[in-house]
């Protein structure tokens, strides 16, 4: 069996390595379990052990598995409340059924997906943060504005979507051998990351996370300025998508 604790620690780690290497600290990097295709027991081990964030890509995955997570966190005396981070695409006639069940969407590329989470948001009472999803190296497979697109999307977001609080950015590298290929990518976004910073007011608009790092790139990530890294295959072990 997979041991998820060993595992975890072993991430932190090389978090920790990296954040120092960058001048900074690993406690402000936050780790973002991905837990796609993985069931919701291996979900409640890796929460026993320690993970206070998990990422789904899927809407049917979260829906599926937001209440039975809950219920094994709290059958395990830990009452842990875990923070859904939606980090994969979302279709704007689904935003209804995540509204509840998400703490911060990653994927946000889009006014209009932006005015739909607004209006649910809304309607529910609460605001939803968001992140940018930027597409760096302007990967045809890939979703996400392209640099010079973010900040007009965020002005119209923070123009147009009162429900909306916009947290900062995401970015998926393109798939590499070798992590160092893609340092440059980590680097753009992270520049963009501080021209959103000096524009940030802290309420609709503010520099919190830059979301970028997987299990393959997350040290090079950090080193250039990611602080929350999302990792699944490092934790959970290779996926099975035939399950
Ligand atoms: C699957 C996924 C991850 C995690 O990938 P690993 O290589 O398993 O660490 C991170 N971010 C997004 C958006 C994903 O879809």
């Not at 948001?121 to 609460?126: F, P």
Request: charged share 35%; with cysteine; aromatic share 4%.
């Amino acid at each position: 069996m997979i041991d998820i604790k060993n595992n975890l620690s072993m991430i932190r780690e090389r978090a920790d390595a990296a954040a120092k290497r960058a001048g900074r600290s690993g406690s402000d990097i936050l780790l973002v379990a991905v837990t796609k295709t993985r069931s919701c027991e291996e979900i409640a081990r890796a929460i026993r052990a320690g993970v206070t964030d998990v990422g789904e890509n899927k809407v049917q995955e979260i829906t599926e598995k937001f209440d039975k997570v809950g219920k094994f966190a709290e059958l395990d005396g830990k009452g842990a409340h875990v923070r859904w981070h939606m980090i994969g695409h979302l279709q704007r006639n689904k935003v209804k059924y995540i509204v509840d069940k998400t703490d911060i969407i990653h994927s946000v590329d889009s006014v209009g997906l932006a005015e739909e989470i607004d209006k649910r948001a809304a309607a529910r009472g609460r605001t939803m943060d968001v992140l940018v999803q930027v597409n760096a190296a302007g990967e045809e497979s890939k979703f996400g504005v392209s640099t010079e697109g973010a900040k007009p999307l965020i002005d119209a977001i923070v123009e147009r979507c009162p429900a909306v609080r916009v947290k900062g950015l995401m970015s998926i590298a393109p798939a590499a051998e070798d992590p160092e290929d893609v340092r440059r990518y980590f680097r753009e976004v992270k520049e963009l990351y501080d021209l959103i910073a000096r524009d940030a007011d802290g309420e609709r608009l503010s520099a919190e996370y830059l979301s970028m790092g997987m299990t393959h790139d997350f040290e090079v990530a950090i080193e250039e300025g990611s602080n929350l890294i999302r990792v699944g295959t490092g934790i959970f072990g290779a996926r099975d998508y035939g399950k």
